[in-house]
């Protein structure tokens, strides 16, 4: 290539001579060895260096990802249905798919980082002049080509981060000045996010940008041959050959790119080891979110962390509006973009060259310094404590937060006005970044449960893996009960250290493992009946219920021990929660069960005001005990408390959550009820190692 | 360009360098070295690719079980073959399909008999679905044109190497037809059931 005048044939180093008759056969029908010859010995002025590994690193780096990605290839199902779960399938159950999997995550992520040396080390040598200007300009087209790998890429499982992210960075590529919106509909593959999106960023990260990249890469080498290496001056070494020292330097750096690769993605396994935990392998290497849901905030949403840096360069043209995102996510890169192709030309002259060199330090700097922001900004609630800021909170509470107000306390000091506005932004930067930890935490449970959900017996259904975290009471009950019923219902274990704190604030009942055996205890136990972790917030305070227990109920003469073990009992078998209370031995107790249910039906005692069986009291005066706690009999209470089953006329605030007012929409959809009534229960899918209480699946 | 005089140039430099011999170790060990770091940073990617890879052939399809086919009262006494879907629960890599037909059977019922026979429509030579030809009375094969007789024997000449592959069925007392449901490989003699 570099050589056309066959002269580092005839040098005779390395040259085969003699060989065997195949090697001879196979070289006269091919020239084989004029290949290699020229291949590995590539004249390097100067001897072999450190610095000049980069490029090759690059290409191994590709390489890597070539091998790993048609493998994965071969087992990546691109649709919306389908996506999420065969990465899935290539991370938890494919054997070695996770660190196939790792390997390519990690990798794409080392390839970022030995572009920035690869660009740093061409442009400090000043490698780009002539007669190198054009191979530049297609390391420039090389280095676009690999980030758009990298955002392609980052969609392919069909996670909540990498569909987040991508929503993003097509809405930012949609501001482009009259083609954007249509350059935006073309890469999602229409109007909204779907299989064409996914069809579409797989066809280009892995066809059209890796085969562009082929062309570019091998244009690159060819001109790279054909000027040859460019030595850093000054010379103080003799030439060499590219074979053997340089290759060994480079293979060198290879592994080393390699061992740092394998170190990331078993540095968990390490972790593990030591704090003598088991090794989980779908846990190594890349981590897979909940699948993509376009109804589920997320807030843990961030780009790749070599992206980190525009994202935060977003927020300097905060209050710009669209203009600004303009600015920031295409004009600025775009024109430093352009200024890196014109390099090669400022840098004929000595002043443009140190501008180029300076010029990309700066953007290295400045790209690390908003990398370093963005993250300070995120983990701040790290290693900042709250109690820090205890007197501005404390301050903001008493005031109002009213600025006058606080000028006042503050005596009209506009020093100490000062010095208190710094501390309330830093008390509300705390904020934002607890909230993004939070968000962090729960980005990590959803995935966790959706991983337990797709390892199910039954596997994930033909709809996907979001159908199944949908239909989840553990994953959508907190959801809906934060929403819908937190406002006035507690749902905290009552021995938790801040249980009394939650109960005053509350007005209802706690549900927390409501229909279970501690549950019903603390509803018979007269000390907190009228508490307010049950009755003591709401309407029925001083409600017949209330004054039963705290009268009736403790007449020794009346109720026996063992009559009262046998009503609680025979409350949790109504409500089928028996096993899960841990109580599996009882129901061999069939004798107690069934003792209390005529206790509770017993028109002298509970059913003197509650139905029951068929003990004829009538509907209405207190809710029907038949099927108590059960999930038809939750499903039945929050779709319409008022119904006659339950408080036709003595209704507390709870509002009819599956009745339509009219002409409106339920607050609730009959399948959010269930979801909700279902997590209270505590009925939800638990895998077979984790199942202490035993409790099974609802169907 | 240096290039056309790259070759001497390096030449001469070299030969002033140390005694070749120690040269050529150097350059040997040098080049040992490389292949061995090139070769050790390269198995990472290629292991993982190669056990990834090779990852179904850990799969099976589980042990065969007796799968409910049909009611006796469904399969007339006339000495004719009808066509049956066999249901079951199928898991395909990450999806579970629940009672979904994942093949077919014929099933005859002899004169007077209380018992049936039950053949898989696979044809035995490369796989294709095995029709009935009601008019010919005869089973055919639509790619290799295989026939069979109703019984599912190998009528001759057949590119088919086995007759069809008949397959264990039981019938309860209350009717209930269940055939233990197999796939064997194609092509060969002998009926040997797929793992």
């Known amino acids: ?699 | 360009m240096p290039d056309v005089t790259g070759g001497q140039i390096v030449t001469e430099q070299l030969g002033e360098e140390p005694p070749v011999q120690e040269t050529r170790r150097r350059s040997f060990l040098s080049g040992a070295l490389a292949v061995l770091c090139g070769g050790l940073a390269t198995l990472p990617p290629v292991v993982a690719a190669v056990w990834a890879f090779l990852d179904p052939l850990q799969r099976s399809s589980g042990a065969a079980t007796f799968l409910p086919l049909t009611d006796l009262n469904n399969v007339p006494a006339d000495g004719q073959p009808r066509q049956f879907p066999v249901i079951a629960d199928r898991v395909d890599a990450w999806t579970g399909f629940q009672a979904e037909p994942i093949g077919a059977v014929y099933v005859k019922r002899d004169e007077g008999a209380d018992r049936v026979e039950v053949l898989s429509a696979t044809c035995p030579h490369a796989g294709c679905f095995v029709e009935l030809d009601k008019a010919a009375g005869c089973f055919r094969c639509p790619c290799h044109n295989s026939s069979f007789t109703l019984d599912g024997g190998i009528v001759a000449p057949s590119p088919s190497p086995r007759s069809m592959d008949s397959l264990e069925c039981q019938v309860s007392k209350a009717g209930a037809v269940s055939v233990k449901w197999q796939n064997f490989y194609t092509g060969i003699e002998d009926k040997v059931a797929r793992k």
């Open chain 1, 1 to 699: 290539m570099r050589d056309a005048s066959g002269h580092s044939e005839t040098s005779g180093i390395g040259k085969v001579a003699g060989g065997s008759w195949i090697g001879n056969w196979l070289d006269s029908r091919t020239g084989y060895r004029a290949l290699v010859q020229s291949a590995l010995y590539e004249r390097v002025p100067g001897g072999a260096r450190w610095r000049y590994v980069w490029g090759s690193t690059l290409v191994f780096a590709f390489m890597t990802q070539v091998i790993t990605g048609l493998v994965l290839w071969a087992s990546y199902s691109a649709s919306a249905q389908t996506a999420w779960e065969s990465v899935y399938y290539i991370q938890y159950e494919m054997t070695g798919g996770w660190l196939l999997r790792g390997i390519h995550h990690v990798m794409a992520q080392a390839m970022v980082v030995l572009l920035a040396l690869h660009v740093m080390q061409v442009v400090i040598d000043g490698a780009y002049r002539a007669p190198r200007e054009v191979n530049f300009w297609l390391g420039l087209v090389l280095m676009m080509l690999v980030l758009g790998m990298a955002l392609t890429g980052y969609l392919l499982p069909w996670d909540q981060k990498g569909y987040w992210a991508t929503r993003v960075a097509t809405n930012l590529a949609g501001l482009v000045p009259l083609v954007g919106p249509s350059m935006q509909q073309l890469v999602v593959g229409g109007p909204d996010y779907g299989h064409h999106t996914l069809t579409r960023f797989f066809a280009l990260h892995a066809g059209f940008l890796p085969a562009t990249l082929v062309i570019f890469l091998v244009l690159h080498l060819t001109l790279f041959r054909k000027h040859g290496l460019h030595a850093k001056q000054p010379i103080t070494k003799p030439d060499a050959m590219f074979w053997p020292d340089q290759v060994l330097k480079d293979a060198v750096a290879m592994l080393a790119v390699m061992a740092v690769v394998l170190g990331v993605i078993l540095m968990p396994a390490l972790r593990a080891i030591l704090a003598g935990e088991p090794i989980v392998p779908g846990h190594l290497g890349a981590e897979l979110g909940a699948p993509a849901d376009p109804s589920e905030p997320y807030a843990a949403a961030r780009p790749e962390w070599y992206f980190l840096f525009l994202f935060q360069f977003l927020k300097v043209f905060e209050g710009w509006g669209a203009t600004g995102e303009f600015l920031g996510a295409i004009v600025v890169p775009g024109a430093t973009l352009g200024i890196m192709f014109l390099m090669p030309i400022l840098g004929q002259w000595k002043l443009g060259h140190r501008f180029n060199i300076v010029f990309t330090i700066a953007i290295l700097a400045g790209a690390g310094l908003l990398t370093a922001m963005a993250l300070h900004e995120d983990y701040y609630a790290l290693w900042v404590d709250r109690s820090a800021f205890a007197d501005v909170e404390k301050l903001i509470e008493s005031t109002d937060g009213d600025d006058e107000k606080i000028f006042a306390v503050l005596g009209h000091d506009k020093e100490k006005w000062n010095a208190f506005t710094n501390r309330r932004d830093k008390l509300e930067a705390f904020r934002r970044s607890e909230a993004f930890l939070v968000a962090v935490k729960q980005a990590s449970h959803d995935s966790e449960r959706a991983v337990e959900l797709a390892g199910r017996p039954g596997k994930i259904p033909s709809a996907g893996a979001l159908s199944l975290v949908r239909s989840d009471p553990l994953s959508q009950g907190p959801k809906l009960f934060a929403q819908h019923c937190q406002s006035c219902h507690a749902h905290i274990d009552p021995t938790a250290e801040n249980a009394e704190e939650v109960f005053a604030k509350s007005s209802a009942a706690n549900l927390f493992e409501f229909g279970g055996e501690s549950w019903v205890r603390g509803l018979f136990d007269p000390k907190r009946v009228g508490g307010a972790a049950y009755f003591g917030n709401t309407a029925h305070k001083e409600g017949d219920m209330v004054s039963f227990v705290c009268e009736d109920f403790t007449d020794e003469d009346e109720w026996t021990r063992a009559d009262k073990e046998a009503v609680v009992f025979a409350l949790v078998a109504e409500a089928d929660l028996l096993q899960a209370s841990g109580r599996k031995g009882v129901i061999k107790r069939g004798q107690d069960i069934k003792r209390g249910q005529e206790l509770i039906a017993d028109t002298d005692r509970c059913g003197s005001c509650h139905p029951y069986r068929n003990n004829e009291t009538e509907l209405g005066y207190a809710p029907d005990l038949n099927g108590w706690g059960s999930e038809e009999w939750l499903v039945g209470i929050v779709t319409d408390p008022t119904h006659q089953r339950f408080y036709p006329d003595t209704n507390d605030r709870m509002p009819r959550f599956g009745v339509a007012s009219d002409g409106g929409l339920q607050a609730l959809s009959d399948k959010q009820i269930m979801l909700v009534s279902q997590w209270l229960r505590g009925t939800w899918y638990r895998p077979a190692a984790h199942n202490p209480k035993n409790v099974s699946e609802h169907p």
